[in-house]
């Protein structure tokens, strides 16, 4: 059987959806606090930056792949209009229904839709937008992934992908203490997941750098594929196209 990555641990492909789904049924409660704390609130800031360069118009459909709480969705959902259509995709039901909860209770109902990002239940050529924010890393197989997200794009549509990145070099120690002595701390305090964060901490560095997430855009088939740097490289967003 093949194996893939849990953080640092080396893991059958067949295990990491479960491993994954457990650790954000642990935290899903307090999910929106932690990333508030653990990230000085910037997290707002990244993801305002990926709605505007989605440049989501009235009447326009998206897709909002491992939604989470609905942060993007939220937005996106105010620029579509009455005239678009958002979906909400998460494999984690409590996720799931935490953001579909929160757009509803914010006067904004969505159709939500608990699946793989790998096998996408929506027909090819159908959304002006994907978006797919701090979830890419939690795929167990990304290209997959990323081959269906542009496989439901229509031609001309585009591909954003938020995610932890490479930190500048000169800050990389700061960084590396910060996300394993205070986080894994911060999240036993707030949640009382330990084990949650330090996995996060792990699987940024598993993670494939900025240009290696460009080229893996470019192998999915995306074309015009560019990244933006945020917070020192923290988080990357990319953008591509489907032509």
């Given at each position: 059987?093949?194996?893939?990555?849990?953080?640092?641990?080396?893991?059958?492909?067949?295990?990491?959806?479960?491993?994954?789904?457990?650790?954000?049924?642990?935290?899903?409660?307090?999910?929106?606090?932690?990333?508030?704390?653990?990230?000085?609130?910037?997290?707002?800031?990244?993801?305002?930056?990926?709605?505007?360069?989605?440049?989501?118009?009235?009447?326009?459909?998206?897709?909002?792949?491992?939604?989470?709480?609905?942060?993007?969705?939220?937005?996106?959902?105010?620029?579509?209009?009455?005239?678009?259509?958002?979906?909400?995709?998460?494999?984690?039901?409590?996720?799931?229904?935490?953001?579909?909860?929160?757009?509803?209770?914010?006067?904004?109902?969505?159709?939500?839709?608990?699946?793989?990002?790998?096998?996408?239940?929506?027909?090819?050529?159908?959304?002006?937008?994907?978006?797919?924010?701090?979830?890419?890393?939690?795929?167990?197989?990304?290209?997959?992934?990323?081959?269906?997200?542009?496989?439901?794009?229509?031609?001309?549509?585009?591909?954003?992908?938020?995610?932890?990145?490479?930190?500048?070099?000169?800050?990389?120690?700061?960084y590396d203490w910060y996300s394993f002595k205070v986080l894994p701390w911060l999240g036993k305090a707030v949640t009382g997941d330990e084990a949650a964060y330090r996995?996060?901490?792990?699987?940024?560095?598993?993670?494939?750098?900025?240009?290696?997430?460009?080229?893996?855009?470019?192998?999915?088939?995306?074309?015009?594929?560019?990244?933006?740097?945020?917070?020192?490289?923290?988080?990357?967003?990319?953008?591509?196209?489907?032509?």
């Amino acid at each position: 059987m093949s194996q893939t990555h849990f953080g640092y641990q080396h893991i059958d492909e067949a295990e990491k959806a479960a491993r994954v789904a457990g650790v954000f049924s642990s935290v899903a409660g307090r999910y929106d606090l932690m990333n508030d704390l653990m990230s000085g609130g910037l997290h707002r800031l990244w993801k305002a930056f990926a709605v505007a360069l989605a440049g989501v118009r009235a009447g326009e459909r998206v897709l909002d792949v491992a939604a989470g709480s609905g942060d993007l969705a939220l937005d996106f959902a105010k620029r579509a209009g009455t005239s678009g259509e958002v979906w909400l995709t998460d494999i984690n039901r409590a996720m799931l229904e935490r953001g579909r909860d929160r757009l509803l209770d914010r006067g904004r109902p969505v159709p939500a839709v608990q699946c793989d990002a790998q096998e996408l239940p929506f027909p090819s050529d159908y959304f002006d937008c994907v978006s797919v924010a701090f979830g890419l890393r939690n795929m167990t197989d990304q290209d997959a992934a990323l081959a269906e997200m542009r496989r439901v794009l229509k031609p001309g549509g585009r591909l954003l992908v938020l995610e932890f990145s490479r930190v500048w070099q000169p800050l990389a120690k700061i960084y590396d203490w910060y996300s394993f002595k205070v986080l894994p701390w911060l999240g036993k305090a707030v949640t009382g997941d330990e084990a949650a964060y330090r996995y996060l901490a792990e699987s940024i560095r598993m993670h494939p750098d900025q240009e290696r997430l460009k080229g893996m855009l470019e192998h999915a088939g995306l074309q015009k594929v560019e990244y933006f740097n945020l917070s020192a490289g923290v988080v990357a967003l990319h953008r591509g196209y489907k032509f």
